[in-house]
């Protein structure tokens, strides 16, 4: 995965774009590491005859730990102004809601507040404070979990991931088709409105359109994390199904556990890819880094925090069903495993991820058909 260093100095290391800083001591690459705004992706030492992580370089811990510190200190100063800003606006949603004889747990507007207090202040302040203490606590000794993780980091980043992109491509190209008809029209025509005499494809339009440009937003990012991971480990036949799935299992829940209000939304299919990864790193441990599996636990636990205090308008069932449909699809088609290997997709996984992925663009396409005609 890494590349033969050059011959043309003994150290140096490399940052994204392939940009190569070269040194002529360790001294040199040392303060390199601990302070340049570059990113640092490799390194390489008279010791080695390829590129590194540099967590591979026991003298680089000094380095690696003021490296992490100062990352996780401007971290940790954007999310506590961010904390700032957004609990000032939902202290002022509550108040605003108080004053209209609103109770403020079913306001919409302090239920978005909190939200996003949570989404970009709360959490990544918790995720800096972790960061922190973890570079503080580094040692020689885990620093070899840390050197684990950047190569498995690095070997994803290396993974093509066309299908990802589809999805992605799918869910902006119907979101820009709402923004021209408009919201409202564009839910009466392809959301899951949840009325007697419905027609049945409203489970596969409504998953493809959002409330307002954050909700696409949040989800895309979601796709985008979670599905190059899924189409790695698991294959992208595997992402098609497991999203195909989890979306209509959502649909499945909302419908019977909210039916008074309309449904749209890719959240139960992101949750389901959630689901399965989790269920697939749980049974095939030696694939990832234990702190992978960590932070995809945490990411359950977040959702159910953000689910919690956005109830007045997240559609938790819909949430609830897509992560349990993809945690059992997991657990069903990939049993446990001890192999360091990937599991391959056979000629039958294509065939159906083929004609999962004609199901979800003809739902995309037939989404914005239903909208502009």
Do not use: C
Not at 87 to 92: D, E, I, P, Q
């Amino acid at each position: 995965m890494f590349p033969v260093k050059p011959a043309t100095a003994p150290y140096g290391a490399l940052s994204r774009k392939d940009a190569r800083t070269e040194f002529d001591s360790l001294k040199a690459l040392e303060a390199h590491v601990s302070s340049s705004r570059q990113s640092v992706l490799a390194v390489w030492t008279p010791e080695q005859e390829r590129m590194v992580p540099p967590e591979a370089v026991g003298s680089l811990l000094e380095s690696l730990r003021k490296r992490f510190l100062d990352l996780a200190r401007a971290d940790w100063a954007h999310a506590r102004r961010n904390s700032l800003v957004f609990g000032v606006l939902a202290l002022w949603s509550v108040w605003a809601a108080m004053s209209r004889d609103i109770a403020p747990l079913a306001s919409q507007k302090v239920g978005l507040a909190a939200f996003l207090l949570l989404v970009v202040g709360l959490i990544p302040l918790y995720e800096a404070w972790k960061s922190r203490r973890s570079a503080r606590a580094l040692n020689a000794e885990n620093l070899a979990e840390e050197e684990r993780e950047a190569r498995f980091e690095h070997w994803m980043d290396a993974q093509a991931l066309r299908v990802t992109y589809v999805l992605l491509f799918l869910l902006l190209f119907v979101g820009v088709a709402q923004i021209w008809v408009g919201l409202k029209a564009s839910v009466d025509a392809a959301g899951l409105l949840k009325r007697a005499g419905d027609p049945s494809w409203r489970y596969l339009t409504a998953p493809f359109l959002h409330g307002n440009v954050l909700h696409l937003g949040l989800n895309a990012a979601g796709l985008w994390y979670l599905g190059r991971r899924t189409e790695s480990l698991m294959g992208w036949p595997h992402l098609l199904l497991g999203f195909l799935v989890a979306m209509l299992a959502g649909g499945v829940a909302t419908e019977h556990f909210v039916p008074d209000h309309p449904s749209i939304g890719a959240s139960g299919g992101v949750l389901g890819v959630l689901g399965m990864l989790l269920g697939f790193e749980l049974l095939h441990q030696r694939l990832v880094p234990q702190s992978a599996r960590r932070r995809l636990a945490a990411g359950v636990l977040a959702t159910f925090a953000i689910g919690l205090v956005g109830y007045s308008f997240i559609d938790n069932a819909a949430h609830a069903g897509g992560l349990l449909a993809g945690l059992t699809y997991a657990l069903i088609v990939f049993p446990r495993s001890k192999s360091v290997r990937r599991p391959k997709a056979n000629r039958t996984d294509r065939m159906l991820g083929g004609l999962a992925g004609v199901v979800l663009t003809a739902s995309a396409l037939w989404a914005i058909w239903r909208m502009v005609v």
